[in-house]
């Protein structure tokens, strides 16, 4: 677990940092190159969204300090506003890309917003566990993203009738990606349990986080997910466990 100090990075820190940051850059270049080519926002968005995601859940945990995801937000920073120097309609290429046909760029910065305020609480509520923590950002990075993905693709293939256009094949992925992204978290994290042992635990969590993306309005699955998914996994997986970090 990152020890909630500014201090000195070693090598792993460092490493860690910088290919975040470069790979955060190269990721967003990636999105902007999709939507000068025509390709749908939607892809471009959960590129972003799946990628950074990701890379966040498995290494955020692993510095020993604050000091490593500063820096690696301070060089992904750094390319941003280098390519912004050169391309002025950057930033508003990506906001447009990031935003759903439904919504407007304000929705899509509430939208960040409130991902940021359910990552933190999720992660003050893991203080004890650092795979709840991690499946909480896993749950949105592969479970909500696999709903829109899933849903875009093949939605209403199988079951025709959707629920507040989210269709069964969405929330199915979202379901099984669920799955994936708490048995990941613990197995990577090495928090001595047997994932298999709590295997019916995992299921609910799971079915958890599809009934939320289901229901969620907006950007509210955003804000949403990681807390439900930290909630439930701490109260079935890790049960009387419930070591609260307060931002004192």
């Known amino acids: 677990?990152?020890?909630l100090i500014f201090g000195e990075l070693n090598t792993l820190d460092l490493t860690m940092a910088v290919t975040t940051g470069v790979v955060g850059g190269i990721v967003l270049l990636i999105s902007y190159k999709m939507t000068m080519y025509g390709i749908?926002?939607?892809?471009?968005?959960?590129?972003v969204h799946i990628t950074m995601g990701t890379i966040i859940a498995l290494t955020a945990l692993r510095y020993s300090n604050?000091?490593?995801?500063?820096l690696a937000a301070g060089i992904f920073l750094t390319i941003l506003i280098y390519a912004w120097a050169h391309k002025s309609n950057l930033i508003t290429i990506l906001l447009v890309a990031g935003t759903r046909e439904s919504e407007t760029r304000s929705n899509t910065f509430a939208s960040g917003?409130?991902?940021l305020a359910g990552f933190s609480v999720a992660f003050m509520l893991s203080a004890?566990?650092?795979?709840?923590?991690?499946?909480?950002?896993?749950?949105?990075?592969?479970?909500?993203?696999?709903?829109?993905v899933i849903g875009r693709s093949v939605g209403g293939k199988l079951?025709?009738?959707?629920?507040?256009?989210?269709?069964?094949e969405g929330s199915l992925g979202v379901f099984i990606f669920g799955i994936l992204s708490v048995l990941v978290a613990l197995l990577t994290q090495l928090n001595e349990i047997c994932p298999i042992c709590v295997l019916p635990q995992?299921?609910?969590v799971a079915a958890v986080i599809a009934a939320t993306e289901a229901i969620s309005i907006g950007w509210s699955d955003n804000f949403l997910i990681p807390i439900l998914t930290a909630v439930v996994m701490i109260s079935l997986i890790f049960p009387g466990d419930w070591s609260i970090l307060l931002p004192i």
Do not use: C
Request: aromatic share 12%; no cysteine; charged share 20%.
């Open 1 to 3: 677990m990152v020890e």
């Open 66 to 70: 604050l000091s490593g995801p500063f």
């Open 159 to 168: 079951v025709q009738k959707k629920y507040r256009k989210k269709s069964f």
């Open 113 to 115: 917003i409130m991902g």
């Open 128 to 148: 004890a566990h650092s795979s709840v923590f991690v499946a909480a950002i896993l749950a949105v990075a592969w479970g909500d993203a696999a709903g829109e």
């Open 40 to 47: 749908a926002n939607w892809k471009a968005r959960k590129t």
């Open 202 to 204: 995992i299921l609910v």
